[in-house]
């Protein structure tokens, strides 16, 4: 019997198949943030919270850094290609999946240099402000199109507030407000991954 999420035009695989391994991209990223996190503490862990990109311009934490992000960044692109478009709605989750791979990398290579100068650390809080937007804009599109998960949309946009006092000099909970929208967002995209593909679900946002 077809559960929701086994669509076989999927190629590769079917819808559960392919949100594990979008899954296993957001575990690699927790994991290897956490342990940036247990080397060098008191880049984030502190009053005036810094942000994860401090663990990307320090030796000691470039490494991990650069696993935390390169690996989601692969493989949402990965399951992005192999989804067979059967809906507008799987279109618009192939686009999403792409577009987030897009901006995960471009956060990822403006991180190495933005410590250079003004202009350069300017882009880099560019493109954080995009991917903070773009995942709040993402998950209530997946929330509408998968009608559950309310209480993570909730918390997805409580880090969008944290996020947005810390740009404003309000507060200073950058990392905490990172954490808040990373993880939210996560279980949201798992989630449409498994679910979108296999369902005739509204395509616009």
């Avoid at 979008?22 to 942000?51: D, R, W």
């Avoid at 909730?154 to 000099?169: E, I, K, S, W």
Wanted: glycine content about 8%; aromatic content about 8%; overall charge positive.
């Amino acid at each position: 019997m077809t559960q929701p999420g086994d669509d076989p035009h999927l190629g590769g695989g079917d819808a559960r198949a392919l949100a594990r391994e979008l899954a296993a991209g957001q575990v690699t990223f927790a994991i290897f943030i956490a342990l940036c996190v247990a080397l060098h503490p008191g880049f984030v862990l502190k009053s005036n919270e810094g942000g994860m990109s401090n663990y990307g311009v320090h030796a000691k934490t470039a490494i991990p850094y650069t696993v935390a992000l390169l690996t989601p960044v692969l493989l949402s692109l990965d399951v992005a290609r192999r989804v067979v478009v059967t809906s507008p709605a799987a279109k618009r989750l192939v686009a999403l999946l792409r577009l987030y791979g897009a901006l995960l990398f471009l956060t990822l290579v403006t991180t190495y240099p933005y410590p250079l100068n003004v202009g350069l650390k300017d882009l880099h809080i560019a493109v954080g402000v995009a991917i903070t937007v773009f995942e709040s804009v993402a998950s209530l599109w997946i929330y509408r199109a998968t009608d559950t998960m309310a209480l993570v949309l909730v918390v997805q946009y409580a880090g969008l507030v944290l996020a947005g006092l810390t740009f404003f000099g309000v507060l200073h909970v950058l990392f905490l407000s990172q954490l808040t929208t990373g993880i939210a967002f996560a279980v949201l995209v798992v989630t449409g991954t498994r679910r979108i593909p296999g369902e005739r679900v509204p395509s616009s946002f």
